[in-house]
Antibody, heavy 118, light 108 residues
Framework: EVQLVESGGGLVQPGGSLRLSCAASGLTFSSYWMYWVRQPPGKGLVWVSRINSDGSSTSNADSVKGRFTISRDNTKNTLYLQMNSLRAEDTAVYYC???????????WGQGTLVTVSS | SYVLTQPPSVSVAPGQTAIITCGGNNIGSKSVHWYQQKPGQAPVVVVYDDTDRPSGIPERFSGSNSGNTATLTVSRVEAGDEADYYCQVWDSDSDHVVFGGGTKLTVL
């Protein structure tokens, strides 16, 4: 059974930093593209970032470019999202998701809540 | 940037057919994924690559994609199908993943 488990969410002040992790099991992690998608309270899904299977290529949404960094450790089957210069509008549930291609996902984690507030 | 447009809501009676559209410029040239999200839960893929269904997804869920519109069809709708549905594509020009705004399916 594939499991993606996010952690690292919480309350942070504007301008602060947070690092999210996503531990993967039940799949050959190094074969999968990985994604971060967020969902602000009561709103729709918004793509944040994507990394290819070996970590050599990344892509980010314009809203987080220069502030968020996606990375992965294939030896630990773990995906990361380093979030800096956080803003109130970054408040959301953050999901990690996997996919065998750059154009869509298959498995999703249950999400971790990030709240940016003073 | 590439934009996907979905109707905010669709309502159908049980046993009827729900049709959820996803509009985008020449979307027929892209591969469309559809997700179902129930309250408090993570999204689940119900259709991928325009027309394929993951294992475990009922045959009542089907997809099509042509021209400027992709469509998710839910046949013989059940109360358990009530959820938000999102379409998604990859825009190769920008290398960005794009989601539609979502459609709330209400079963009357």
């Amino acid at each position: 059974e594939v499991q993606l488990v996010e952690s690292g969410g919480g309350l942070v002040q504007p301008g602060g930093s947070l690092r999210l992790s996503c531990a993967a099991s039940g799949l050959t992690f190094s074969s999968y593209w990985m994604y971060w998608v967020r969902q602000p309270p009561g709103k729709g899904l918004v793509w944040v970032s994507r990394i290819n299977s070996d970590g050599s290529s990344t892509s980010n949404a314009d809203s987080v470019k220069g502030r968020f960094t996606i990375s992965r450790d294939n030896t630990k089957n773990t995906l990361y999202l380093q979030m800096n210069s956080l803003r109130a509008e970054d408040t959301a549930v953050y999901y990690c998701a996997s996919g065998l291609s750059p154009w869509g996902t298959d498995y999703w984690g249950q999400g971790t809540l990030v709240t940016v507030s003073s | 940037s590439y934009v996907l447009t979905q109707p905010p809501s669709v309502s159908v009676a049980p046993g009827q057919t729900a049709i959820i559209t996803c509009g985008g410029n020449n979307i027929g040239s892209k591969s469309v994924h559809w997700y179902q999200q129930k309250p408090g839960q993570a999204p689940v893929v119900v259709v991928y690559d325009d027309t394929d269904r993951p294992s475990g997804i009922p045959e009542r869920f089907s997809g099509s994609n042509s021209g400027n519109t992709a469509t998710l069809t839910v046949s013989r709708v059940e109360a358990g199908d009530e959820a938000d549905y999102y379409c998604q594509v990859w825009d190769s020009d920008s290398d960005h993943v794009v989601f539609g705004g979502g459609t709330k399916l209400t079963v009357l």
